[in-house]
C-alpha cells in the first residue's frame, strides 16, 4: 500500500523556520511531481509549491522568496523549507505526489495525512 507520510510540522513564532518533510513508502513503479499543499480554518485547499522530476519548481505568491521545496528522487522524499514564516501561513499543510503504480499504469494523485504549523507568538 503507498503511503505518504509528513513529518516536521509544529508552533513556531513569527519570523522562525520550520522545515517539512514526506515521504513516499510502498511499492510504485516511479514518482512524478511532488507538492505541499495547505488549508488554513475556513478556507479552501491552496497549493503552495511544486517540484518536477528534473527539480523545477513554482511557488504561489505570498510564499515565494520565503519557501523553498525540494526532493530527493532517492529517497522518494520532498521537503518544504518555511522561512520567515507569518501568522497567515497557519494551516494543515499536505504532501502529494504522482504515483504511477506499475510500468503500464496511468499516474494518480496521492495525499499524505496532513502535518499542522502554526505561526504565533
Known amino acids: 500500500q503507498v503511503q505518504l507520510v509528513e513529518s516536521g510540522g509544529g508552533l513556531v513564532q513569527p519570523g522562525g523556520s520550520l522545515r517539512l518533510s514526506c515521504a513516499a513508502s510502498?511499492?510504485?513503479?516511479?514518482?512524478?511531481?511532488m507538492g505541499w499543499s495547505r488549508q488554513a480554518p475556513g478556507k479552501q485547499r491552496e497549493l503552495v509549491a511544486r517540484i518536477t522530476t528534473l527539480g523545477s519548481t513554482n511557488y504561489e505568491d505570498s510564499v515565494k522568496g520565503r519557501f523553498t521545496i525540494s526532493r530527493d528522487n532517492a529517497k522518494n522524499t520532498v521537503y518544504l523549507q518555511m522561512n520567515s514564516l507569518k501568522p497567515e501561513d497557519t494551516a494543515v499543510y499536505f504532501c502529494?505526489?504522482?504515483?504511477?503504480?506499475?510500468?503500464?499504469?496511468?499516474?494518480?494523485?496521492?495525499w499524505g495525512q496532513g502535518t499542522q504549523v502554526t505561526v504565533s507568538s
Open positions: 510502498g511499492r510504485f513503479f516511479s514518482i512524478g511531481v
Open positions: 502529494n505526489a504522482r504515483l504511477r503504480i506499475g510500468a503500464r499504469d496511468d499516474s494518480d494523485n496521492y
